[in-house]
């Protein structure tokens, strides 16, 4: 399994950043029943992120399903996140195949395809690994720190994809580069939220 500092670094960032901002109810004072209990736990629970608008965002049709569950959260947000990663995959395979692409940045899209299609793989298996969460602390424990350390190398795969659109030392395309880049910045932004919400589910257990 490859990882990086980078990753390693932003997986105990994230587990701090949770800690340090557990989920309370809201104290101020409002009339009853404005707002429902599964919404202020998703607003709550996106504080904990790096992304908080896109957490919500990206979350909020969802959240009558997941209510006020922790796990129930972040399996969403892991769901999302592979939706999107699929699609992202799906549209730079299209791209790479392009009659007007050139072959250095056929060869770039390759690659990066290369990598998305890993994180999809290892986002997969997250996901199946949450649908069992079931069993003692030991145990539990152990099926958590797959989960973190697939979704931490979703991310270093992601952002393995944007190292060849980076800078303007390549001959590739400024537009071709803008628009991959904006694509992937944002599955990585998906992903470390992802991340970011396994951990607060993991600091409830």
């Known amino acids: 399994m490859k990882t990086s500092s980078f990753s390693a670094h932003l997986l105990a960032f994230l587990t701090i950043l949770c800690i340090t901002s557990q989920i309370t109810p809201i104290q101020a004072i409002q009339p009853p029943n404005t707002t429902p209990k599964y919404t202020e736990f998703l ?13 919500y965002n990206s979350l909020s049709n969802h959240a009558r399903a997941f209510q006020t569950s922790p796990q129930m959260l972040a399996n969403a947000a892991l769901s999302v996140t592979l939706s999107t990663t699929r699609s992202t995959t799906a549209m730079i395979s ?3 195949k392009g009659a007007n692409i050139r072959p250095r940045e056929a060869g770039a899209l390759r690659d ?3 990598e998305l299609n890993d994180a999809v793989s ?9 649908s069992h969460m079931k ?14 350390t697939w979704v ?3 991310l270093t795969d ?4 944007m190292d060849g659109f980076g800078g303007k030392r390549n001959a590739i395309d400024e537009k071709l580069k803008k628009v991959v880049r904006e694509k992937i910045v944002k599955i990585c932004h998906l992903t470390s939220n992802s991340l970011a919400l396994i951990n607060c589910y993991a600091s409830s257990m």
């Open 43 to 55: 607003k709550a629970s996106c504080k904990t992120t790096l992304y908080p608008e896109l957490c």
């Open 94 to 96: 299209r791209m790479s």
């Open 112 to 114: 990066c395809l290369e």
């Open 122 to 130: 290892e986002l997969q298996r997250s996901i199946k690994e949450m």
């Open 135 to 148: 069993g003692g602390a030991k145990k539990l424990g152990l099926k958590m720190s797959n989960i973190q």
């Open 152 to 154: 931490s190398a979703a």
């Open 158 to 161: 992601e952002d393995a994809c």
